[in-house]
């Protein structure tokens, strides 16, 4: 089912019909500031296994989640000065950090090296769905198990049919994935470069 949302003002009756779904157990599709992301509630297991269905990846490889903001973060990562006072400049945007997670993660959450990548877009719809909801949402891009990047939400849906319970239609995204920076042991370390201007973290 297609959900047009306003990508500026998203409708309040409209974001808590997403939010109940999520509450529900149900896989959606989102826009982000970078591109579309296939998510649910960070609490719900059955859920994070339908995305791992849905996405065909081994239980080995976690996905990364977003919180609402920095107070948010610090309640599922370990964030030092030197990862807060990065992350205040740049959040929010187009970067997926990665940091040491707390024990509110779920351990299907962590790498074996105990850590998580943790996002906070700037994109209105993803904030007020995360805000409401009260919890951070999984974040995986909404692609092909090849890795065929879908643009526009109504490919979304025509592609992932029934796996997804909801695509959200937001307008447009950059349709780049974002940056990956890594900030264990306080030294930046870029995973992937994506959009985000990486020089400013240096």
């Not at 997403?18 to 297991?45: E, M, S």
């Not at 849906?157 to 994935?177: M, R, T, Y």
Request: hydrophobic fraction near 40%; include cysteine; aromatic fraction near 6%.
């Amino acid at each position: 089912m297609l959900l047009e949302i306003n990508p500026i003002n998203p409708q309040p009756r409209k974001i808590e019909q997403v939010v109940d779904l999520l509450r529900r157990g149900g896989v959606i599709a989102y826009p982000t500031d970078t591109i579309h992301g296939i998510g649910c509630d960070i609490l719900n297991k059955r859920a994070i296994e339908r995305v791992y269905q849905i996405k065909q990846r081994p239980k080995n490889q976690p996905f990364s989640f977003i919180c609402s903001d920095l107070k948010n973060i610090s309640q599922y990562a370990k964030v030092s000065n030197y990862a807060y006072k990065t992350m205040r400049r740049l959040l929010p945007g187009p970067y997926t950090f990665i940091l040491e997670g707390a024990n509110q993660v779920p351990k299907m959450m962590l790498t074996k090296r105990k850590t998580a990548g943790i996002r906070v877009p700037d994109n209105p719809i993803c904030m007020a769905i995360i805000s409401a909801l009260g919890n951070p949402i999984i974040s995986t891009s909404a692609t092909t198990a090849s890795g065929e990047l879908f643009n526009e939400p109504w490919l979304i849906e025509a592609h992932f049919g029934k796996q997804l319970d909801l695509v959200i239609d937001g307008g447009a995204v950059p349709g780049e994935p974002s940056s990956v920076v890594s900030l264990i042991g306080d030294e930046p370390e870029i995973i992937r470069q994506g959009l985000g201007d990486i020089a400013s973290l240096y």
